[in-house]
């Protein structure tokens, strides 16, 4: 099955726009090189189709085609294992200040009995989750599961 085409809408004061469109437009090429079971292609092509009948422009416009793209490489994780480049290290950095380095930071406040020790924590934090993130996208790499292109 093909996917359908990304009609672009070329704004030349919106730069984000036209950059968000771009990804778009590499993303589907990129899957176009990779075997998509049918059910996926329809649900992408279904959110190409929304895209195209969106009548709105500028900044509304963005927001909707940044919701459409998060939702297909989510989609394209949960059910391909799919990920663009630096996708966990992305995600792990800020769980990584969630999980690790509050805990940490308030360990470190309240064993030293002073509160501002807590923002010590979250750099330790955020350096354990790009770790564990980096680590999870070399693999990723490795069993050939990580598209070429960057979403950012």
Partial sequence: MKFHELNH????????????????????????????????VTSINNDI????????????????????????IKLL???LKLVPKNYYRNLWMILGIAVFGIPIGVI?????????YLAIGLPIGLVIGIGVGAVMDQKAL?????????IK
């Fill in 9 to 40: 809408r070329p704004d030349d004061e919106n730069l984000k726009l036209n950059e968000i469109f771009s990804q778009f437009r590499q993303l589907l090429a990129e899957l176009e090189n990779r075997e998509i079971p049918d059910e996926i």
């Fill in 77 to 79: 994780e949960k059910n």
């Fill in 108 to 116: 470190l406040g309240a064993s030293l009995d002073n509160m501002a």
């Fill in 142 to 150: 490795k069993k050939g599961r990580q598209l070429d292109i960057e």
């Fill in 49 to 72: 189709d929304e895209i195209n009948s969106i009548t709105v422009i500028g900044n509304e416009l963005q927001k909707e085609i940044e919701r459409r793209l998060q939702r297909i």
